[in-house]
């Protein structure tokens, strides 16, 4: 196991690497970022001592070795728009993002797992045909057009919801989190529904495929003649074994839910990093754009790790080499 | 003048006998009684009869600015009180007919959806082949980068590419194609690795028959069957990634607006009661999308032997 984990942290560090290569070569072929820093009217003087300051007349590799550095000290560079450092801008919002994605996530699961479980278990009864054509349609709604039709109906039209905004924060473990105030509640609802339809639909139809996989076998067969009732049969002894090819899927989702919620954070104006992004994208703000994209990187390299572990761990048949 | 003629018509009993052949398997059997297949059939065909003859049906070009009128504007649709029938789903803040809008759109996004497809399924089987076909180092450097891809979301590396990029059909073209050629090689090289052990490709090599006869005539069309399900899908995967990318301002640019970007113009009048502008593109993709998916799932358990 432990050589297992180091061979999968040698694994991370070097799709970090090559990520890191990808986005600063990338960025280095677009755009000159010395004019978003000087004054329109500066003279060639100012932006050579721009650009010497910038370290940006040196060669590419030295450039990248100095960026990688800098990036190793938690130092991204400062926005062009804020003038302030780029990481400490996503590091404020991130709280926001992750709560959202919780709640998108926690919905999903509870929502999911019980239909999964009874269209896996009973593929031909009509309501699991139902449910799977739901989940279908769940896959194929666009998810940004779904939060605005919400918007429409729940804060333009009845007006019992909020339209924008996380509304009352408070203070939780020094982050600023706000499911746990009755406003703020009211608020993640929405975009938390918005962002959990794709998820969800994709969860639904990976247990129910686990499901009628696991529902095959002869283990179910002998709890079945051994007269296990029907709910514990489904859920203790089927679900079980169905969830661990669920697991790995499910991990990469979360790395969906946190790319999406990007979308979900511009329509609802919800003050997280994905936000951030967008509005840093139509503002050519480079330095927070590439922060974004290092720390989303090492986040989803980090949660491919984590599921490979845990499948590793809860599976016993599965080899290590 | 005889002997050609006889060919021809063995030809044509040729394809007699192949069309009865298809309407006798089991797969059109099977499609016959999949209702959600049909459906979705239907759909597609819409789609596609929409995007090709239905600017010449709908009542205006609304990107010719000589055949829209500003008193038009902010038009609900027809049934609603003050709309009118000229205009079925109402118009927008500019005076354009929604419908007319949405008709165009469609093919926009049709345009992107399959063009995506076909550059992101070339691309993808070739490499696949070659890296299934040759292995060695060739293989291990296709697949390196494609796991390192797989290890992030689609939408995100398309919008990595787009803000770099910037708007532009073509430049969406290549964000898809990079995001969309992953899957095809790893399934193309899956199965090839597989076919390559068999028999025949043994025979193959045997009587001298150059690799690029044994990869295209041989291996190919062996592998067909789970490129038509992964296409199918990848459609409406890539008209959802183009809808999305043009709703964020990186997509398609604002003077060929798709259904993606309609959705996005009607997002700006929404909070003004506006509904009609944004409601109908978005359904409209809804249901294209939905189509294709019903389509891709018939085909999927229908082709996937693995699925059987």
Not at chain 1, 297 to 318: C, G, M
Not at chain 2, 29 to 41: D, L, M, V
């Amino acid at each position: 196991m432990f050589k297992y984990i180091t061979k999968r942290l040698y694994q991370m560090i070097l799709v970090l690497f090559v990520v890191s290569i990808i986005v600063f070569f990338v960025m280095s072929f677009t755009g000159d970022p010395v004019l978003m820093m000087v004054t329109p009217d500066a003279t060639q003087a100012q932006i050579d001592r721009a650009r010497t300051e910038l370290g940006l007349d040196k060669p590419l590799i030295t450039q990248y070795f100095i960026f990688v550095k800098n990036i190793l000290r938690g130092d991204f560079g400062k926005s062009y728009v804020f003038k302030q450092s780029a990481i400490k801008l996503i590091i404020e919002r991130m709280p926001a993002t992750l709560e959202l994605v919780f709640v998108s996530v926690l919905l999903s699961i509870i929502v999911a797992i019980p239909l999964g479980v009874f269209a896996g278990a009973f593929p031909n009864k009509r309501s699991s045909k139902t449910i799977m054509l739901g989940s279908l349609l769940g896959i194929s709604l666009p998810n940004f057009w779904v939060g605005m039709m919400l918007i429409f109906v729940f804060a333009v039209h009845f007006r019992v919801m909020p339209s924008s905004g996380r509304g009352e924060v408070v203070n939780f473990l020094g982050m600023r989190i706000s499911i746990f105030t009755a406003d703020g509640f009211k608020h993640i609802i929405l975009p938390a529904v918005m962002l959990s339809i794709q998820s969800l639909a994709i969860l639904l139809r990976l247990t129910r495929a686990g499901m009628m996989e696991v529902m095959k076998q002869d283990y179910i067969k002998f709890a079945r003649s051994k007269g296990v009732l029907q709910n514990s049969l489904l859920f203790q002894h089927a679900l079980k074994n169905a969830l661990i090819p669920v697991i790995t899927v499910f991990g990469i989702q979360i790395g969906k839910i946190i790319a999406f919620a990007t979308v979900t954070e511009t329509i609802f104006s919800w003050p997280g990093m994905g936000k951030l992004l967008i509005d840093s994208i139509n503002r050519s703000d480079r330095p927070v754009m590439v922060a974004y994209l290092m720390i989303v990187a090492f986040i989803f390299v980090l949660l491919n790790f984590i599921v490979d572990i845990v499948y590793t761990s809860i599976d016993p048949r599965i080899d290590l080499r | 003048m005889a002997e050609t003629n006889k060919i021809g018509k063995d030809i044509e009993i040729k394809k007699k006998n192949r069309l009865k052949e298809f309407l006798e398997s089991e797969f059109f059997f099977n499609y016959k009684r999949n209702i959600p297949a049909i459906i979705g059939t239907i759909i597609i065909i819409i789609f596609l009869l929409m995007a090709t003859i239905g600017p010449l049906l709908v009542t205006q070009n609304p990107y010719n600015l000589s055949e829209i009128q500003l008193m038009d504007a902010y038009k609900p649709p027809a049934w609603v009180d003050g709309g009118e029938w000229k205009f079925p789903l109402g118009t927008d803040s500019q005076g354009r007919d929604i419908l007319s809008s949405v008709v165009y759109g469609s093919r926009i996004s049709l345009f992107i959806g399959l063009t995506g497809m076909l550059l992101s399924s070339f691309i993808g089987t070739v490499l696949g082949l070659a890296a299934g076909y040759f292995g060695g180092k060739i293989d291990s450097f296709i697949m390196r980068i494609a796991d390192i891809q797989l290890s992030f979301p689609a939408t995100l590396i398309a919008l990595f590419i787009m803000s770099i990029a910037g708007r532009g059909i073509d430049n969406l073209l290549i964000a898809l194609t990079l995001v969309g050629w992953v899957i095809y090689a790893r399934t193309v090289r899956g199965a090839t690795l597989s076919e390559k052990k068999k028999e025949y490709v043994e025979a193959g090599k045997v009587i001298g028959l150059p690799s690029r006869k044994i990869i295209t005539k041989h291996i190919l069309p062996n592998v067909m069957t789970s490129m038509i399900v992964i296409a199918t899908i990848q459609v409406g995967t890539f008209i959802l990634t183009e809808a999305t990318l043009s709703f964020l301002g990186v997509g398609v640019p604002v003077t060929r607006p798709s259904l993606g970007l309609l959705v996005k113009n009607g997002f700006d009048v929404l909070f003004s009661g506006l509904w009609w502008a944004s409601t109908f593109p978005g359904l409209f993709i809804m249901l294209l999308v939905f189509g294709i998916n019903m389509l891709g799932d018939f085909l999927r358990d229908e082709l996937n032997p693995r699925l059987k």
